[in-house]
DNA sequence: CTGAAAGCGCTAACAT
DNA sequence: ATGTTAGCGCTTTCAG
């Protein structure tokens, strides 16, 4: 092993033949230490390149400093945007970022909780898989006082801990009611997998909308995704429109399922929006530049991991004194982007 | 502090009136140590719900099984794939992933550095900042016998550590050379900044291909771009038109200026592939779709990632066991995606 | 097969 | 203003 042996607070102590407690101190700018021995400390530190090890610190004060994410997938505009904005305000406060993928398995889900428990996270930041039902793998850390906030797609029944989402029913039904204004009508909606809370959501301001504007809900114009590709919604829509050739709109769960209809829409002749418009949700930044420009419900993925960061990290501070905190939920407001792909008229 | 005291290997010792040792070895699954205790203890642990302190036993074991990733940014469609692979190989392996983003600022990139140095992390994994010339913040590593990989983004003339990188040179050649076999020139690059190696080869895979089909490089032909968004792409096709309306094809350092690149054109009631073609570096799936569907080279992320962690993993075992490991390169290829885009006559 | 003891590197009482 | 002491929870000799 090469390993050269690495630099810790008692060979500077040696060093300086001082105590490591007055090195500790003196590093970490303590009141009452001399700002001669401050100094002596500070100067030889750097001179002999002293790193101090966190995994011991952590052991010793009972906190690592580092926060835990488990999120479905990371190879997707929003929630990348996400952990970015998780990122950047855990790393300002002083904490870093152990990340987990769940692949939206629950089984995934359950053991990355206990990866991150084990690794004695702080607090815990979690989206939750498809699959998960049972929230049980969270219990340890509500138990033993680590904070656990879950953002974007949260155990709606669980009423003891933090959320921060997005107006999805409101975004869904906005998103629906810019359609039907205009008269469009049958319209479809490509729903998500309904254990989803976020595309339960959606489903749910889409008939809400549809009962605001006087119809009845009619099973055969929604069509549900699994795996969310582009390719899925391609299929769908062509599936709805043969099922279908009357319907004139479509109420997309996510733009990916909205451009691949979109696309398919194209193939089969059918032009958007004159014959059949369309509306995401999510506001890729490539949806605008999309032929025709794609209309989406814009979430704002970066400030909801900002808001999520702060709001655990200020828990994990009330934990610390002890103080009590009590549980919110953050819903953000999403902003319909009306473009051409959904507006049969010149803007209303 | 509602936290329950965390359950410990004293605990479970003295509850079973045996001491710590013992218990430490039978979860473990030690060799001898007899079935009876190793039953009882195991199923006292589960039964009180311990959970291991890896803080604690990274201490003692100087190893964290942590490995830490430091990369550009998240929010991007190649190196999110990245990060994927990364962590399905390090998860699969028992190891956890502490993410860092540069942001492409150098001095991020030496926070982060330290940062994870100092989380003890095992190993590390690194895409350089655009910003940064200077690679002594990765010294420290070596030193201490912490394995480093670099991947994507690489310090060319580093050549003591591993690298994985795709073959930007030879992509950026074949798409170049596409185009030129085509009859297209005058053939533009809209290219990155040129601190990024990938850039650079590109670059050079550009100008590569314009040799050895006996044109002379013009400046005028290659606009640089910065901060690599869609307006920017849109700006510079429109300031090459501006200045060499006898264009005819471009070929963009990745999708977005690509994409961004097509956008202007249009506006500027030029067609693609007829009148401009277009070739861009990266393939999102996005890419596939777009009107005209784009043309790209294209890279495995995934793929990238999981070598590039596999690698960082057997360096981190050699090192284990005190062996040593040559630093290699893998150069990864690349594959040419010709869709409309680039393509003026059925394909060749 | 099991236990005792030491210690990883750091910090926090408690002294002085 | 600084030192002494005592761990944090775990693993690992070394004994038996």
Redesign the interface.
């Known amino acids: 092993?090469?390993?050269?042996k690495?630099i810790t607070l008692a060979d500077l102590a040696r060093e300086l033949g001082i105590s490591t407690a007055t090195v500790s101190r003196a590093l970490k700018d303590y009141p009452d230490i001399s700002a001669e021995t401050k100094r002596r400390v500070v100067e030889l530190a750097s001179q002999m390149?002293y790193?101090?090890?966190?995994?011991?610190a952590?052991?010793r004060k009972r906190e690592?400093n580092?926060i835990g994410v488990i999120i479905p997938s990371?190879?997707?505009?929003f929630f990348?945007?996400v952990?970015?904005g998780i990122?950047e305000v855990a790393?300002d406060a002083g904490y870093?970022?152990?990340?987990?993928?769940s692949d939206e398995s629950y089984e995934k889900e359950v053991t990355d909780a206990?990866?991150?428990?084990?690794?004695?996270v702080d607090g815990l930041l979690v989206s939750i898989a498809h699959g998960s039902q049972d929230y049980s793998h969270f219990d340890?850390f509500l138990?033993?006082?680590?904070p656990v906030v879950f953002f974007d797609k949260v155990p709606e029944q669980l009423d003891k801990v933090s959320k921060v989402v997005v107006n999805d029913f409101e975004g869904a039904y906005e998103a629906s009611m810019h359609l039907l204004r205009q008269g469009i009508y049958p319209l479809a909606h490509l729903e998500g997998p309904q254990i989803a809370s976020t595309s339960r959501q959606r489903r749910q301001g889409y008939l809400a909308a549809l009962a605001q504007a006087g119809h009845t809900p009619d099973e055969s114009l929604i069509l549900t995704c699994q795996d969310m590709t582009?390719e899925e919604g391609a299929m769908l829509a062509r599936r709805l429109m043969a099922a279908r050739p009357d319907c004139q709109g479509i109420f997309a769960v996510t733009d990916t399922i909205a451009?691949?209809a979109l696309?398919a829409l194209?193939a089969l002749g059918l032009r958007s929006p004159e014959q059949v418009a369309v509306i995401g949700f999510s506001d890729?930044?490539?949806s605008a530049?999309?032929?025709p420009p794609l209309s989406s419900v814009a979430q704002p993925g970066l400030e909801m991991g900002r808001i999520a960061a702060g709001l655990l990290l200020r828990e994990i501070q009330a934990?610390?004194q002890?103080e009590t905190f009590l549980p919110e939920t953050i819903v953000l407001p999403t902003t319909l982007q009306a473009r051409r792909s959904s507006l049969r008229s010149p803007r209303p």
Chains 1, 2 share one sequence.
């Not at 092993?1 to 050269?4: E, N, P």
């Not at 870093?96 to 993928?101: E, K, P």
């Open positions: 092993m090469l390993s050269k690495q390149n790193r101090p090890n966190s995994l011991a952590g052991l690592s580092v990371i190879v997707d505009h990348s945007s952990i970015k990122m790393y870093r970022v152990m990340l987990c993928q206990q990866v991150l428990f084990d690794s004695r340890e138990e033993s006082g680590v582009l451009l691949g696309t194209k890729w930044t490539i530049i999309f032929e934990e610390k002890a």
